[in-house]
């Protein structure tokens, strides 16, 4: 075990190339073991720095063993613990702090725009020609699948109490789309039953959309004659009777009922109340109720859920 002292800061050092101390190199030459061997060749550089240790301030405590080490130390002698703890360097603040759920619905909300995205260019370039099929009823236009158009549905057969006038004036005019005039005596009616009941059937079940009425075009004839006025509407399908009150307008623009069913194969109309015939430039009033023309708008009904569409028969009275 070789002893000596370093000659920079004068501690003892054993068996050591450095002083624990300052850290100075310790040349073999000047040990005891040094000088009297032969198995060291003295080599010595021009302008060696040789460290310079400066000791000021307190000695520091090894925070880990509690030794005394000198101030300038930066681990403890005895143990090697570090005997100073410079701050850290601190990471910049991230500029935004995504928590999870925040990741979480940016994910979904990126998700939600590629789906919308390929649902449009699907549509956009997909052939729609095998799509949907249309079908025309009388004046109707259906279109299955993509969109309804509603139109005119075609009225097979109408059917009036009381039936209308002899000749010309009878319930038939009411559809045939011609200025020609259905016709009731309505004085002739009981006192305490006077209505007129109209029953319109189609080829197949519909969707009515509203009923357009039509009055007498000429104003002086149109307040001559009695005019509907109270309506009470039923259909197939419809539980509760559906009330309206006509305007006491003349033609030939129609009055539009904003009545609607779905899967209907008939419509009755109840007229309830009139408007009064009245003395037009010292002519007498008429008798009778006139009325031009009545118009169902809708389309077919098409159910592919259940294709057995069965038809009933309208209530009696």
Not at 118 to 125: E, G, S
Not at 216 to 240: H, M, S, T, W
Not at 275 to 287: L, Q, S
Request: aromatic residues 6%.
């Amino acid at each position: 075990m070789a002893r000596h002292v370093c000659t920079n800061c004068g501690a003892t050092v054993v068996d050591e190339e450095f002083c624990p101390t300052c850290g100075s190199w310790i040349d073999p030459l000047t040990t005891e073991r040094g000088r009297n061997s032969d198995e060291f060749e003295e080599f010595d550089l021009e302008d060696r720095p040789v460290p310079t240790i400066t000791r000021t301030g307190e000695p520091l405590i090894c925070p880990s063993c509690g030794a005394t080490n000198p101030p300038n130390n930066r681990h403890c002698e005895e143990c090697g613990a570090r005997l100073r703890q410079g701050p850290l360097p601190a990471a910049p603040r991230p500029a935004v702090q995504a928590t999870a759920g925040v990741r979480a619905v940016v994910a979904l909300s990126g998700l939600l725009g590629v789906v919308i995205l390929a649902a449009l260019l699907i549509n956009l370039f997909s052939d729609d020609s095998g799509g949907s099929t249309t079908t025309l009823t009388g004046d109707t236009t259906s279109t299955t699948g993509v969109v309804e158009v509603p139109g005119v549905i075609e009225i097979i057969q109408a059917t009036c109490t009381p039936p209308g006038l002899e000749g010309a004036f009878g319930c038939s005019n009411l559809i045939d789309e011609t200025d020609d005039e259905f016709q009731i005596n309505w004085n002739e009616l009981p006192a305490n039953s006077k209505t007129v009941e109209i029953y319109l059937e189609f080829a197949e079940p519909m969707v009515v959309q509203r009923i357009d009425w039509t009055n007498i075009a000429d104003p002086d004839r149109f307040r001559r004659n009695y005019r509907a006025k109270g309506l009470r509407i039923e259909a197939e399908g419809n539980p509760v009777p559906f009330p309206f009150e006509l305007q006491d307008e003349p033609g030939p623009v129609p009055q539009q009922v904003g009545f609607a069913t779905i899967r209907s194969n008939w419509v009755k109309i109840i007229i309830t109340s009139e408007y009064a015939a009245e003395v037009v430039n010292d002519f007498e009033p008429f008798d009778e109720l006139a009325i031009t023309e009545i118009t169902i708008i809708g389309y077919r009904f098409v159910d592919t859920a259940a294709p057995d569409q069965t038809t009933t028969t309208p209530p009696s009275g």
